[in-house]
């Protein structure tokens, strides 16, 4: 059996949604089931992050689903995003559940930001909060401080990241950034947050909601859509793995967990890097999307500036890079608008299409353990 996301659906992306992370999780899967042309009572399976706000059971009596026959979470924040889907792909495939949505709701502008400080229950935070390292950009700031002196790139090309993605949300109207693009200059204005990252190097801080419902392809080509056939699922985690703060590895300006993750998908795909039409990768500190271009195999270890360069991974380069503008530009809703950007790809409708018919790769949070897709209009 092979597995499919036959829907989507989100709410609008704010800074204050004026409603609970509840509803804003019920609409959206209302809409993704709206949009797969199912109801609420196909729905046997619900997946998502630890970190979400909303239990299944919860979910499931507001949206009227009177049994569930798999429910499970994925923590690791961002990194579950992929991984939420290859949970239903496997509870689909064993015939655990027929129907699975996988959903993450959030207020995360109105409510708890992630950005601020905060107090980790982790034990392995002894070893770096009590340094000042107490939120995700001073923990990634000392990652990429280390990346720019091992691979000659320069905070520029930190800038050139943010502004791709900028550009692409301009002409998106589902995002917050829609009709704002910037340039470089931009981007060396804005005020340092933890050197060498500056304001427009960290992701939005988004209230909203996105839902997805993964089926049987031979199911999912009888429903509403066409079908974004999940031709391949993988998480992984590197040696010596801390949440954000891998400080102890021999190399630490990398990202060996997506090497992981990226051996898993080129291995069970068949595709490789050089087949791939677009990439949607996870771009919460743009840092890392360069570091991801390396490990996922688009160029070698150190040379990610060479291929951002004059406009690379911008619509019409090289390898167009979160056409929607990924949460750099669109939102963040923990990488799931993300995956619904790759299916829209897949079908045909997205705002920015890219061209051809080749498969999508979508990856998860990065700095902890990870996970990522590979999706394609056929197998």
Not at 151 to 164: E, P, Q
Not at 329 to 354: C, K
Request: net charge negative.
């Amino acid at each position: 059996m092979t597995a499919a996301i036959a829907g989507i659906g989100a709410t609008e992306f704010s800074k204050d949604s004026g409603r609970s992370e509840l509803r804003l999780a019920v609409e959206a899967i209302r809409a993704a089931l709206d949009d797969a042309g199912l109801r609420p009572a196909d729905v046997s399976g619900l997946v998502t992050f630890t970190m979400d706000g909303n239990s299944e059971i919860a979910v499931a009596r507001e949206l009227g689903i009177a049994e569930l026959t798999f429910l499970t979470r994925i923590g690791y924040g961002g990194g579950a995003a992929c991984a939420v889907v290859q949970q239903a792909v496997l509870a689909v495939d064993a015939g655990l559940a027929d129907v699975v949505v996988c959903y993450r709701a959030l207020n995360e502008r109105s409510g708890r930001r992630f950005g601020q400080a905060y107090a980790s229950p982790d034990p392995d935070a002894g070893w770096h909060a009590p340094m000042g390292l107490a939120t995700p950009a001073a923990q990634v700031a000392m990652v990429a401080r280390r990346y720019l002196h091992d691979s000659g790139a320069s905070a520029d090309d930190f800038g050139r990241v943010t502004v791709a993605a900028r550009r692409h949300a301009a002409t998106n109207p589902y995002a917050w950034f829609h009709g704002r693009p910037i340039t470089l200059d931009h981007h060396r204005a804005s005020r340092w947050i933890a050197e060498p990252l500056r304001l427009l190097d960290c992701c939005q801080e988004s209230d909203g909601a996105v839902a997805v419902v993964v089926t049987s392809l031979e199911r999912a080509r009888d429903l509403a859509r066409p079908p974004a056939v999940v031709a391949a699922s993988a998480q992984g985690s590197g040696p010596g793995q801390y949440v954000m703060t891998s400080y102890y590895r021999p190399e630490m300006g990398a990202l060996p967990e997506m090497g992981v993750v990226a051996r898993q998908l080129w291995r069970r795909s068949g595709y490789g890097p050089a087949d791939i039409r677009t990439a949607v990768l996870y771009d919460h500190f743009t840092p890392y999307v360069l570091m991801q271009l390396e490990e996922l195999g688009f160029c070698p270890r150190g040379e990610a500036r060479h291929l951002i360069a004059d406009g690379g991974i911008e619509l019409g380069g090289r390898l167009p890079v979160n056409p929607h503008g990924g949460q750099l530009g669109e939102a963040y809703i923990h990488g799931m608008n993300g995956i619904a950007e790759a299916v829209r790809q897949i079908r045909g409708t997205a705002v920015n299409q890219v061209p051809g018919d080749g498969p999508v790769l979508v990856t998860a949070g990065t700095g902890v353990p990870t996970s990522g897709l590979v999706l394609a209009s056929s197998l």
